[in-house]
């Protein structure tokens, strides 16, 4: 599949360029870089171009709410890789995927799309086609954390995993912030705990966990955050009592000013209420985000190994949360394009990936991985 074409739904945005660089670095596949601007593909494609021999980067107008659009951009594709926040598209691009008889793998934050992809997963299998879901930084690593904890023990009873994101400079504002603002309409919280999935008790904050970010970060109380690919780990490893994803705060004015503003905001005004909500995000990231800066993910397990009393934990960490995002979805498609990790049907990338393997391949390309 070397000489594959993979097209970039967004392909000019920050999550969409550090994507086309790593793939370019790492395969010899030809890139299309797309999305509503064709000046700004086409200027971002001359860049790459430039830059790396072959003229392997091309430029397509594609408008993720026209069916149509999708379909004609997608011709000649062999794969697609939504880096967009066209989460409102979803049903559109991956029914034009599947028309068009092409791979896709999205690394949108908003759970929202999940549902509409599972209803369409029949279609997917009967097409033979293999579409991921839930890739990148977080989702996408937490589960991968989880099962490589589970190589390094005999079983495993707790296995939790925390992020904390306090990237220098704050977040840039990027319809990206929107999608993560429009999470906290619907905010919800799981914990399994003695054996059973059940709301997290955020009034009290008894379900949070204390996690050691090692230095210069040091312990830090984390909130529960429900993701997803969390859900299935119970079931891939029995032994488990205890699992969860948890989050740190990001600084005193966004956890206790601007999180209670913007849960009412949103409640009130559950529409207009996002992109100024958004804009004041980044604002007070960037205003009170203090040192030390870093974007981290932890996992900690515990359990026995050979009979005796062990633990086990991992940590991955970038200073830019768009390069932590980017990495483990190029490390994945390593794994996808020697068919290693391409299977027929709906799948999470933290459920598919060979984790030994991810986390070799992402320190390789930058990211510091502790174990």
Known sequence: MGSSTFLILGGYGFAGLNLAELLLQETDLRLILAGRSAEKANEAAARFNERFPGERVGARRCDAADATSLRQAFQGVDFVLVASSTV????EVAAAALATGIDYLDIQFSSRRLPLLRAMAPDIEKAGLCFVTEAGFHPGLPAVLVRYLATQLSHMERAVVAGLLNQEGGFPYTSSVDELVQE??????????????????????RDNVTIDFGPPFGRRSCAPMSLYEMYDLPRMFPSLVQTGFYVAGFNWFTDWVLFPVMMLALHIWPERAVKPMGRLLCWATKTFGSPPYGVIVKAEASGD???????????????????????????????YLDGSARKVGLHMMGHLADPVRLLRDMERMGIRVQT
């Open 305 to 335: 190994k050979n009979g005796a009393p062990a633990t086990a934990s991992v940590i991955v960490s970038h200073t830019d949360g768009y390069k932590l995002t980017a990495v483990p979805v190029v490390a994945y498609l390593l794994q």
């Open 184 to 205: 906290f309409k619907d905010y919800r919280a799981e914990v399994f705990v003695n054996g059973t999935w059940r709301p997290a008790d955020l009034t009290t904050m």
């Open 88 to 91: 409102a598209y979803t049903r």
